[in-house]
């Protein structure tokens, strides 16, 4: 098969490079459309019960992460002129388009009772910008007499205040938020600059849009870091400037054709996908550095260059071809876990695998063909002492010190099973960015004053209209607010029960002592001046449905993780529960950080089914190639012991299993199993050759793909440890982790592997290997060359 391919890409030189490029011409044009994501990774199904709880949330509700929020630490505030100028900030924000509502202790409201309309008037503390200090101190006193926004706008303890800054919902998830966000920070920069005031942001869509900024930024760096790394190392081991350029052009139209298929897909960058364009630059070159080691070899043995990538298509090809499989499988197993975000990324990262390997497969040999054939200078590596003496002393250990060597393996798989043993498992919503990151100070600045500032949301429903505005049930809020308030986690409430308070204040000439639940009699005499002002209920429309049959208890909590966040759930809903009768109401804890840990759990659960997936699948591949279960094993012991290794590591040094991290075995086990099938079809090769001596086929095996596989484990290395650079911990760990893995993977293959067929020679059936419906794959000593007459055609078209 590959040898058509081979007779078609060196014959049909021409026509196969203009098609490849009109392919890739439509896939530019495609790339052009795609698009960044601005919203929160999707990765509940909606057949899950909490994802369709919290659904039905903002269905009826709205959004509950639309709030950005702006602070800082002075006393300053209550100077008329910084006081002033946070006033004109304060409505320059809430007049920009896309921003629903912003209020602050310069746009704060009281209640006032009308007695001549019989209504409660909703008014302004501020009517218009303060011109002298006597207005300043008169608002600090009016602002100290309303306890309901203590805890919410201003904290009179550690002297901080906020903005708290309503974004619209249609604005919330497009490009649209970036542009108010940019525009709002922009603006609060000059306030911070004239009045020498450090500005800290937080709130859900300041940290989606500054992580989506980052994302996009670090794309690009990576991009850059690949190519240069790659392109770097390249030219050091053949010394030629085409064999760096036209390596890189294979990788480029790759990454090129990655963004093309985002398109086709309709998926968008996320935080993974944005992973895929420096992931292919890196899987994709050990496949040009195969196919050019290969053609460099053949060249040397005989000087005929068509010939020479003739071989390197159909000998190289075949080995690449399942290796790449094996590494898409590692992708690809991804979209079997039911989480649009891993869906998407496992989709487009295996896909475009493949379609680089074919790139690669048709684009560098047709090139070469073109070129001049490699000068001895070119080829010097081929005969590298150090290399060959690396490779003499591994031949030697394989054949005189296995049992060393299975006593160090064994010694490390204990070693593994004991830090496998201290790996935790535990996800932070911005535990990927440093702690030394400004988006992580900002948070950890509102939790310390504020106590969080992500959604958390009890849904009460009373199971009947009007309910919710019960005095039983109002009495019933307000004991959960008084229990929540003894977590430090929760922040102050927002609540239908705080909204009574705040009115009854109100009616009571705004004394502080009637911020309390009323009464029946008083709460008549409360209902009797709402009832007649329907416009003095605004205050209750985002936490009322039309039938004022389910309210909701809105909190921000502070970040904290999942393992405490679970606990914390598990303690809290008896004490709900024992308040709110189950039987009599019915009461949910939604919101984006409920979402957030069920997500992580969920993530977890089906990331670990895709490694069993990935084995499963890349077990199914070795069992084709080689006919035998006693192989597949023999296969699947090298590629899995890095990974043990791995979670060692991360057991050692404290790295925590979550979703960022765990993608990090099923892509490592996909690309460290591609030297263990690239070393078996070799041995299965060489093995016919030398009438099934298998000490003789290793020997050969280990010098004939000890070059190509540590080129590539250098490569990939390099490769992958330019993700250390990146800001998010996951993102950098990943780097680390896959570097170290595969660098042990190819000493695995090279060491481990060979001595393990070594010690069963006696005992593999070597007529498993040689079944002749494989032959067409491996054979060597058949070579199907092409004839005289085709290579002369192909020279003199030179």
């Avoid at 607010?481 to 109100?506: C, D, I, M, T």
């Amino acid at each position: 098969m590959l040898e058509a391919a081979a007779r078609i890409i060196l014959r049909y030189r021409l026509i196969s490079l203009i098609v490849l490029l009109v392919l890739t011409g439509f896939m530019v044009y495609m790339a052009t459309f795609v698009k960044l994501s601005y919203e929160g990774a999707k990765i509940l199904p909606p057949t899950d019960s909490t994802y369709a709880q919290y659904l039905k949330f903002k269905e009826k509700f709205g959004e509950d992460g639309t709030v950005m929020v702006i602070g800082f630490q002075s006393d300053s505030i209550w100077q008329q002129n910084v006081l002033a100028d946070w006033y004109d900030l304060t409505n320059e924000v809430k007049a920009i388009e896309g921003i629903q509502e912003v209020i602050s202790i310069a746009r704060a409201f009281h209640v006032t009772r009308n007695d001549s309309l019989h209504k409660l008037d909703f008014k302004p503390l501020i009517k218009s910008r303060p011109t002298t200090q006597a207005e300043v101190d008169s608002l600090k006193e009016e602002i100290a007499n309303l306890p309901f926004y203590q805890g919410l706008l201003y904290n009179p303890d550690t002297k901080v205040t906020l903005m708290a800054i309503t974004l619209d919902q249609a604005k919330l998830n497009t490009k649209s938020r970036i542009d108010i966000v940019n525009t709002v920070k922009e603006m609060s920069e000059k306030f911070a600059v004239a009045h020498h005031i450090d500005l800290h942001y937080s709130g859900l869509p300041y940290i989606r849009t500054a992580v989506s900024q980052k994302i996009l930024a670090e794309m690009k760096m990576f991009m850059v870091l690949a190519i240069v790394v790659t392109a770097f190392i390249l030219f050091v081991f053949f010394r030629s400037f085409y064999a760096v350029l036209f390596p890189m052009i294979v990788v480029i139209l790759g990454v090129i054709w990655s963004f093309g298929t985002l398109e086709l897909f309709g998926f968008k960058i996320t935080i993974l996908t944005s992973l895929i364009a420096p992931l292919i630059i890196v899987i994709g070159l050990p496949n040009c550095i195969l196919l050019l080691n290969k053609y460099q070899q053949e060249f040397a043995k005989h000087g005929n260059k068509v010939k020479a990538l003739a071989r390197s298509i159909y000998k190289i090809g075949v080995s690449t071809f399942f290796a790449n499989l094996t590494t898409a499988i590692g992708f690809l197993v991804f979209a079997f876990t039911h989480s649009d975000v891993l869906i998407e990324f496992g989709i487009i990262a295996s896909i475009n695998v493949m379609i680089t390997y074919l790139i690669s497969l048709v684009l560098i040999p047709l090139v070469f063909s073109y070129l001049p054939p490699p000068s001895p200078k070119q080829m010097s590596h081929l005969e590298r002492k150090t290399l060959n003496k690396i490779l003499d002393k591994i031949d030697h250990w394989v054949h005189a010190y296995r049992p060393r060597i299975y006593f160090t393996v064994i010694t490390l798989i204990v070693v593994c099973v004991i830090g496998m043993m201290r790996i935790t498992t535990v996800g932070f919503v911005v535990d990927d960015l440093p702690k030394k990151d400004v988006i992580y100070k900002d948070l950890k600045f509102f939790e310390s004053n504020f106590r969080g500032v992500l959604p958390f949301e009890i849904t009460v429903d009373t199971k009947k209209p009007k309910g919710a505005m019960d005095l039983k049930t109002l009495y019933k809020i307000n004991r959960v607010q008084k229990v929540l308030a003894n977590y430090p986690e929760f922040s102050e409430p927002v609540s239908v029960a705080e909204g009574v308070k705040f009115s009854y204040q109100g009616l009571n000439d705004n004394n502080p002592k009637y911020y309390i639940i009323p009464n029946i009699q008083e709460l008549g005499r409360l209902a009797g001046y709402v009832t007649e002002a329907k416009s003095n209920e605004r205050m209750f429309k985002s936490i009322l449905d039309s039938t004022k049959q389910t309210t909701r208890i809105s909190f921000q909590v502070a970040d904290i993780g999942s393992i405490k966040m679970k606990a914390l759930l598990e303690e809290i809903r008896p004490r709900i529960d024992s308040i709110f009768d189950p039987n009599v109401y019915n009461v949910k804890l939604t919101g984006n950080s409920i979402i957030f840990l069920k997500n992580n759990d969920y993530l977890l659960l089906n990331l670990k089914e895709s490694i069993l997936l990935a084995i499963l699948f890349i077990g199914s591949v070795m069992f084709f190639l080689f006919m035998s279960f006693r192989m597949v094993v023999i296969a699947l012991i090298p590629s899995m012991t890095p990974l043990l290794l791995t979670a060692a590591m991360m057991g050692y040094f404290n790295i925590p299993l979550k979703p960022s991290t765990i993608l990090i075995f099923s892509i490592a086990f996909g690309i460290a199993s591609d030297g263990t099938m690239y070393f078996l079809t070799k041995y299965r090769q060489e093995l016919r050759r030398h009438g099934g001596s298998i000490s003789k086929t290793v020997s050969n095996a280990i010098y004939e793909t000890g070059p190509g596989m540590i080129y590539t484990a250098v490569i990939l290395f390099s490769g992958f440890f330019i993700f250390t650079a990146s800001s998010f911990g996951g993102t950098s760990a990943l780097g680390v982790l896959i570097s170290i893995t595969l660098l042990i993977g190819m000493i695995s293959n090279l060491v481990f592997l060979p001595s393990l067929l070594l010690s069963l020679e006696k005992r593999i059936i070597t007529r498993a290997f040689m079944k002749e419906q494989m032959i067409w794959m491996f054979d060597e000593d058949e070579d199907v060359e092409l004839d005289d007459l085709q290579i002369r055609r192909i020279v003199d078209e030179e």
